[in-house]
């Protein structure tokens, strides 16, 4: 049981080049969310995926775009990267609805010169 | 809109001494709260979690949470610190409105020997 998985672990890109960021888990949850985290900012929402099928927009979507493949996997995508996008990106999920625990990947460390 | 404040970007504390780290969340009907702790290069991973049960609420390692109403506050304590609790430490609130979860900006624990 690997719980949730991200890759790469590291990336250095240049701007206005393109990667997809990939998460998957296997423990049948419903909800799928995509963080990224700056020093003194705490974590901030990207998108999430509630449900298969299903996704939204967080509190700092710009310059993202996300796909939820299967239930399983909850991928994000940077189109033409910026250096304001350098920040470790964290993928979590959780059964669904409220008050329930997030489980979180180690994070992909994302550099864009 | 949710809010959480986490009162402290720091606290330093000897080994061996008590541990209490501040929280204050925005007033909401049925909150969910929780505390993450994070290691240097990991991911998040639950302390603890209070979803209208008891308001004192025992996570791992030692650590405990009050949810105090009237102060809106879910203050995290453990009574005598290990050199192994220094990590960055998240508080995270949801509520009725949104199941989505926000994240104070964390509080970085020292722990001296």
């Known amino acids: 049981n690997a719980g949730v998985t991200q890759t790469p672990k590291f990336q250095v890109l240049k701007t206005g080049q393109s990667m997809t960021l990939q998460c998957a888990q296997d423990?049948?949850?419903?909800?799928m969310y995509w963080y990224r985290q700056d020093p003194g900012m705490g974590l901030r929402l990207i998108y999430y995926?509630?449900?298969?099928?299903?996704?939204d927009k967080g509190e700092v979507p710009n310059g993202y775009n996300v796909s939820r493949l299967n239930k399983r996997e909850f991928s994000l995508r940077l189109e033409s990267a910026a250096p304001s996008q350098t920040s470790v990106y964290f993928c979590?999920?959780?059964?669904?609805?409220?008050?329930?625990?997030?489980?979180f990947g180690p994070g992909t460390r994302l550099l864009v010169l | 809109a949710q809010s959480v404040t986490q009162l402290d970007s720091h606290v330093s504390v000897s080994e061996g001494t008590p541990v209490l780290l501040r929280c204050n969340y925005s007033?909401?009907?049925?909150?969910?709260l929780f505390w993450y702790v994070q290691h240097p290069n990991k991911g998040l991973q639950l302390l603890l979690k209070?979803?209208?049960?008891?308001?004192l609420v025992k996570g791992i390692n030692g650590f405990e949470a009050e949810f105090k109403k009237s102060e809106t506050s879910f203050h995290l304590t453990k009574p005598s610190a290990h050199m192994s609790d220094a990590a960055e430490y998240f508080c995270?609130?949801?509520?009725?409105?949104?199941?989505?979860?926000?994240f104070g900006r964390g509080t970085s624990l020292i722990v001296h020997p």
């Open positions: 979590a999920s959780s059964e669904s609805s409220r008050g329930q625990t997030q489980y």
């Open positions: 423990m049948n949850h419903n909800s």
């Open positions: 995926s509630a449900s298969e099928g299903t996704t």
């Open positions: 007033s909401s009907y049925s909150p969910s």
């Open positions: 209070y979803t209208s049960a008891a308001t």
């Open positions: 995270a609130h949801s509520s009725g409105g949104s199941y989505i979860p926000t």
